[in-house]
Nanobody
Framework: VQLQASGGGLVQAGGSLRLSCAVS????????MGWFRQAPGKEREFVAA????????YYADSVKGRFTISRDNAKNTVYLQMNSLKPEDTAVFYC????????????????WGQGTLVTVSS
């Protein structure tokens, strides 16, 4: 299973970006999908997760109300819409898949993408 994240870039504070993660080599519709991020000098942290059907989502408190996770099972792709970006959102963002489709709060991730860099300038 391969995950390819894209959509990162440089944006000013208050701006928006949409990340995409295309999944190949597996059965995407069976996976709970998540986004994580790792800021410079910090540990990787959870950002958001979405259930197999897309009906359930779960967010870190730090992004709730600003970020939206979604998926398109026909395109084998998960998205992260990021609005009202802040300099502290600067990080490498990773997508990940839980192949057993666990609930969004308790998913553990088996497959990881390579990351895409998001830089938010003040």
């Amino acid at each position: 299973v391969q995950l390819q994240a894209s959509g990162g870039g440089l944006v000013q504070a208050g701006g928006s970006l949409r990340l995409s993660c295309a999944v190949s080599g597996g059965t995407f519709s069976l996976y709970t999908m998540g986004w994580f991020r790792q800021a410079p000098g910090k540990e990787r942290e959870f950002v958001a997760a979405i259930s197999r059907s897309g009906s359930n989502t779960y967010y870190a408190d730090s992004v709730k109300g600003r970020f939206t996770i979604s998926r398109d099972n026909a395109k084998n792709t998960v998205y992260l819409q990021m609005n009202s970006l802040k300099p502290e959102d600067t990080a490498v963002f990773y997508c990940a898949a839980d192949r057993f489709g666990r609930s969004t709060r308790f998913a553990t991730y088996d497959y990881w993408g390579q990351g895409t860099l998001v830089t938010v300038s003040s």
